[in-house]
């Protein structure tokens, strides 16, 4: 069954359905039956993605209230696969208060960020540690791919090592300069992920990041990715 795609129209919902669903921006490979976890779940277009592309179950994680509510109706046709959590990830359990998404330059409300307040607004976000999401929240041996992102930083993975030893392949797309972009990139081979790709981006607000792929074993198992390494454009 093809699910109804819901996007806000007073956001940049539309932007993230084109690129993360519509265009496969994290070059997922057709499987069958297989796990993934998604950090930083937005609206659900990545689990979409995942469903259309043979996965089994995707575990989601989005701590933002807004974006739960739509995460929930765009996955409702998949309750039984994608199983949701109003939840971040972070290297440890805590709790802060945000700020309302802002107006961006393109005159759209941003859901796509969390800013920490210094004061309590309505906005309280509760993280809980990877560990501790692996334990109580994902009820699987091991997780074929883990989805991550969040924006800043990438701090979890120093602390959560043992989370690691259950996920055999990575994608992600984060905000670095090439220092942390090195830094991340050796820590996770230290953590087993011995074929790796990063790709330097550039978005359409002039920001720059990396695009992500780790794998335990092949790359090409989960990934198109040939034409990547083609190029030649790795970190």
Do not use: W
């Amino acid at each position: 069954m093809t699910p109804l795609i819901n996007v806000r129209s007073y956001s940049s919902d539309q932007y993230f359905l084109d690129k993360v669903f519509y265009s496969n921006f994290y070059r997922l490979k057709k499987v069958d039956q297989k796990i993934a976890l998604d950090i930083g779940s937005h609206a659900g277009y990545f689990c979409l993605t995942a469903m259309a592309m043979g996965y089994s179950k995707v575990y989601a994680f989005e701590p933002f209230v807004e974006n739960y509510r739509l995460l929930l109706k765009n996955t409702e046709v998949f309750s039984s696969n994608v199983i949701s959590n109003q939840l971040g990830i972070s290297h440890e359990d805590k709790e802060f208060y945000i700020n309302p998404p802002k107006i961006n330059s393109s005159n759209f409300l941003d859901y796509s960020s969390i800013e920490e307040s210094q004061e309590k607004q309505d906005y309280c976000v509760k993280f809980i540690s990877l560990n501790k999401a692996a334990k109580v929240f994902v009820k699987e041996d091991f997780i074929d791919l883990l989805k991550i992102n969040t924006g800043y930083p990438f701090d979890f993975v120093s602390n959560n090592e043992s989370a690691f030893s259950h996920i055999l392949n990575i994608c992600f797309e984060m905000i670095y300069d090439k220092d942390e972009a090195l830094f991340i990139k050796e820590k996770l081979v230290s953590l087993g992920f011995k074929d790796s790709l990063m790709v330097e981006l550039k978005e359409k607000d002039n920001s720059f990041g990396y695009l992500g792929f780790f794998s335990k074993n092949s790359l090409n198992d989960l990934f198109e990715i040939e034409d990547l390494r083609v190029k030649n454009i790795s970190l």
